[in-house]
């Protein structure tokens, strides 16, 4: 096989292994026409450098690799063109012939100098029949080349052209002074990341900037280095209000290579609340090391509506907020009467005595002086001022102690009333007496009232005889002595079988923790009626603890307290037997209890 054979298979299996990869590598896929111009020059330099190092296999090795992108950037040309890679190759055979007319023409060329200035000729004659215009061979110099190569061929070129410079690295020092020169910006709201959140503009609301918070830039030069040098630059960009105060900036670096024509560099700025600023026109300046290379501006124009959506916000706020301390001004006012009143919730109004029935029908109109042939129940009206009107509900109890006129207590009668918020008054009421008559004899009588225990007040009566003297018999304390109550939970007693200090034992039955446990009761009954002492219930949870109740006759009823339940007792003493029942409050416990007196 001879050698050009053998070189052929191999170009041939060269360029179907870089087609191949093209198609199936993902990197080479990715790959785009302007991609290729870095990895051909990084690749020419390995070659230069292979060969300053003189080492054969370094050399051969580079030449490939460069031979290599070579075919690469043919395929991916191929793929956006009528041309494939035989007709490169075919057009580059004919034009290495056409620029050689010594060997392939017959034209004399001695000299290497002979045969560039041929090999120039004709490649201003091939360049000025595609281009009737006339273009300078200046502006064929490949921008793609190392500056000072590049700075060395225009220089060439000038001189052949008839300009000879003195010095080019003028050229490029002149060049590097100035080596962006402005094109465009544009301006648009942005994430903090620079992704803008529109299209760009030239005008903004103030409340979209506020919003935003963030506005990117993006401005293109003129790289005036292009094909001289690479270099990094950092552009900054300084924005202004109308007053001419710098209120945000932000900067950017990129470095800028020889083969780029235009460079472009963006940021994103920080933007103050611009809904504080004023409204007009605002400067955006681009500087690179603090050389201002350009200065544009935007409008910032007032969002009325939102103005005035923010303006009535805050005034509603404000009037809410307004609102909020007088109603808690208010509710500090209302809570501290509220503390105030408790201490005294009803106001007492009047108390009034009249003749009544058992069932509390009046046989007379109010009155301080009964006639003891015609009165049969003594009756007491206590009406109040509800102080907790519309504040809170409460629940009062008022105790009337009846003291004849040797002082003798005759018997007590209680009313029970729950007041709710909308009572402005309530009145309790009572009655002692005998349906029959002849409860009470002529003379003086005081009737003590208590509130809830609490002694509140006094009022006497008189009963006066007639002139034909007392037709009852009864004498006040005795059994046929009976008092009543218009209340729910009111009773009266008389003093006839009041009970002395007791003390008894027994028995309680009913109690949620169950069984029978022992109980012991230590009963003071008073003068006026109401019963002090203590209640033992021997088992866990409960104990000792006070009794506070009333005694009328053999009747007895108390309540006692333990933990959050209130036991109410009510019982009955049968010679030296004092036994009863018991209900409790909120649970609901009944029971029955039975003790006997030591």
Same mark, same amino acid.
């Given at each position: 096989?001879?050698?050009?054979?053998?070189?052929?298979?191999?170009?041939?299996?060269?360029?179907?292994?870089?087609?191949?990869?093209?198609?199936?590598?993902?990197?080479?896929?990715?790959?785009?026409?302007?991609?290729?111009?870095?990895?051909?020059?990084?690749?020419?330099?390995?070659? =230069?450098?292979?060969?300053?190092?003189?080492?054969?296999?370094?050399?051969?090795?580079?030449?490939?690799?460069?031979?290599?992108?070579?075919?690469?950037?043919?395929?991916?040309?191929?793929?956006?063109?009528?041309?494939? $890679?035989?007709?490169?190759?075919?057009?580059?055979?004919?034009?290495?012939?056409?620029?050689?007319?010594?060997?392939? %023409?017959?034209?004399?060329?001695?000299?290497?100098?002979?045969?560039?200035?041929?090999?120039?000729?004709?490649?201003?004659?091939?360049?000025?029949?595609?281009?009737?215009?006339?273009?300078?061979?200046?502006?064929?110099?490949?921008?793609? @080349?190392?500056?000072?190569?590049?700075?060395?061929?225009?220089?060439?070129?000038?001189?052949?052209?008839?300009?000879?410079?003195?010095?080019?690295?003028?050229?490029?020092?002149?060049?590097?002074?100035?080596? @962006?020169?402005?094109?465009?910006?544009?301006?648009?709201?942005?994430?903090?990341?620079?992704?803008?959140?529109?299209?760009?503009?030239?005008?903004?609301?103030?409340?979209?900037?506020? !919003?935003?918070?963030?506005?990117?830039?993006? %401005?293109?030069?003129?790289?005036?280095?292009?094909?001289?040098?690479?270099?990094?630059?950092?552009?900054?960009?300084?924005?202004?209000?109308?007053?001419? @105060?710098?209120?945000?900036?932000?900067?950017?670096?990129?470095?800028?290579?020889?083969?780029? $024509?235009?460079?472009?560099?963006?940021?994103?700025?920080?933007?103050?609340?611009?809904?504080?600023?004023?409204?007009?026109?605002?400067?955006?300046?681009?500087?690179?090391?603090? *050389?201002?290379?350009?200065?544009?501006?935007?409008?910032?124009?007032?969002?009325?509506?939102?103005?005035?959506?923010?303006?009535?916000?805050?005034?509603?706020?404000? =009037?809410?907020?307004?609102?909020?301390?007088?109603? %808690?001004?208010?509710?500090?006012?209302?809570? =501290?009467?509220?503390?105030?009143?408790?201490?005294?919730?009803?106001?007492?109004?009047?108390?009034?005595?009249?003749?009544?029935?058992?069932?509390?029908?009046?046989?007379?109109?109010?009155?301080?002086?009964?006639?003891?042939?015609?009165?049969?129940?003594?009756?007491?009206?206590?009406?109040?001022?509800?102080?907790?009107?519309?504040?809170?509900?409460?629940?009062?109890?008022?105790? %009337?102690?009846?003291?004849?006129?040797?002082?003798?207590?005759?018997?007590?009668?209680?009313?029970?009333?729950?007041?709710?918020?909308?009572?402005?008054?309530?009145?309790?009421?009572?009655?002692?007496?005998?349906?029959?008559?002849?409860?009470?004899?002529?003379?003086?009588?005081?009737? !003590?009232?208590?509130?809830?225990?609490?002694?509140?007040?006094? *009022?006497?009566?008189?009963?006066?005889?007639?002139?034909?003297?007392?037709?009852?018999?009864?004498?006040?304390?005795?059994?046929?002595?009976?008092?009543?109550?218009?209340?729910?939970?009111?009773?009266?007693?008389?003093?006839?079988?009041?009970?002395?200090?007791?003390?008894?034992?027994?028995? $309680?039955?009913?109690?949620?923790?169950?069984?029978?446990?022992?109980?012991?009761?230590?009963?003071?009954?008073?003068? !006026?009626?109401?019963?002090?002492?203590?209640?033992?219930?021997?088992?866990?949870?409960?104990?000792?603890?006070?009794?506070?109740?009333?005694?009328?006759?053999?009747?007895?009823?108390?309540?006692?307290?333990?933990?959050?339940?209130?036991?109410?007792?009510?019982?009955?003493?049968?010679?030296?037997?004092?036994?009863?029942?018991?209900?409790?409050?909120?649970?609901?416990?009944?029971?029955?209890?039975?003790?006997?007196?030591?």
């Amino acid at each position: 096989m001879s050698d050009d054979t053998d070189a052929t298979q191999a170009f041939a299996k060269l360029l179907a292994v870089v087609t191949e990869l093209r198609e199936r590598c993902p990197w080479d896929r990715d790959q785009k026409l302007a991609d290729t111009p870095r990895h051909l020059i990084e690749e020419a330099y390995e070659v =230069a450098d292979a060969i300053a190092h003189g080492k054969t296999v370094d050399v051969a090795e580079e030449l490939g690799d460069a031979i290599v992108q070579c075919l690469f950037t043919g395929v991916i040309l191929a793929e956006q063109s009528s041309l494939d $890679i035989a007709t490169l190759m075919q057009n580059a055979a004919e034009k290495l012939i056409r620029r050689h007319p010594h060997i392939y %023409a017959g034209t004399r060329a001695e000299t290497s100098e002979q045969v560039l200035e041929n090999w120039e000729r004709i490649k201003a004659d091939e360049r000025a029949s595609r281009n009737p215009d006339g273009a300078t061979s200046l502006a064929h110099v490949g921008r793609g @080349l190392p500056s000072m190569m590049r700075a060395e061929k225009l220089g060439e070129k000038a001189r052949r052209a008839g300009m000879d410079w003195a010095n080019i690295r003028a050229v490029l020092a002149k060049a590097r002074e100035d080596p @962006l020169e402005f094109s465009s910006m544009t301006l648009a709201l942005s994430t903090r990341e620079g992704t803008a959140l529109g299209a760009p503009q030239a005008q903004f609301k103030d409340t979209d900037l506020t !919003n935003a918070r963030y506005l990117k830039w993006t %401005a293109s030069f003129k790289n005036l280095l292009a094909g001289l040098e690479g270099r990094d630059e950092k552009i900054e960009a300084r924005f202004y209000d109308p007053s001419g @105060l710098q209120i945000a900036s932000s900067d950017t670096n990129a470095f800028v290579g020889p083969a780029q $024509i235009t460079a472009d560099f963006s940021g994103v700025a920080l933007m103050p609340t611009m809904t504080d600023k004023p409204p007009g026109t605002y400067k955006v300046a681009l500087y690179s090391d603090d *050389k201002m290379l350009s200065q544009e501006s935007f409008i910032v124009n007032q969002d009325t509506t939102a103005k005035n959506a923010e303006a009535a916000s805050d005034a509603a706020a404000a =009037a809410a907020a307004k609102e909020a301390e007088r109603k %808690a001004k208010e509710d500090e006012e209302r809570l =501290a009467m509220i503390d105030e009143r408790r201490a005294k919730p009803l106001q007492l109004r009047a108390i009034s005595f009249l003749n009544t029935t058992k069932t509390g029908t009046a046989l007379s109109g109010a009155t301080d002086s009964f006639d003891v042939a015609k009165v049969l129940f003594v009756g007491w009206q206590v009406s109040f001022e509800n102080r907790l009107y519309k504040l809170e509900p409460g629940q009062y109890r008022v105790d %009337a102690a009846y003291i004849g006129p040797d002082g003798r207590t005759l018997g007590s009668v209680n009313d029970y009333q729950p007041v709710s918020m909308s009572m402005r008054t309530v009145t309790f009421s009572g009655r002692v007496g005998n349906s029959r008559g002849g409860a009470f004899l002529p003379g003086t009588y005081t009737v !003590n009232f208590y509130l809830n225990g609490q002694y509140f007040g006094a *009022k006497r009566f008189e009963v006066v005889a007639d002139a034909g003297g007392s037709p009852y018999a009864t004498y006040p304390g005795s059994s046929g002595a009976i008092g009543s109550t218009t209340g729910g939970g009111g009773s009266s007693s008389s003093s006839g079988s009041m009970l002395g200090p007791t003390i008894a034992t027994g028995t $309680i039955s009913g109690l949620r923790s169950g069984g029978n446990p022992e109980m012991e009761l230590r009963l003071r009954p008073q003068p !006026n009626g109401f019963l002090h002492g203590e209640l033992v219930i021997h088992q866990s949870g409960f104990g000792m603890t006070p009794v506070e109740g009333f005694v009328r006759g053999d009747h007895l009823q108390f309540q006692v307290p333990y933990g959050t339940e209130t036991y109410y007792f009510e019982g009955q003493r049968h010679s030296d037997q004092i036994s009863g029942t018991f209900e409790s409050t909120p649970s609901g416990e009944r029971g029955t209890w039975v003790t006997t007196a030591n």
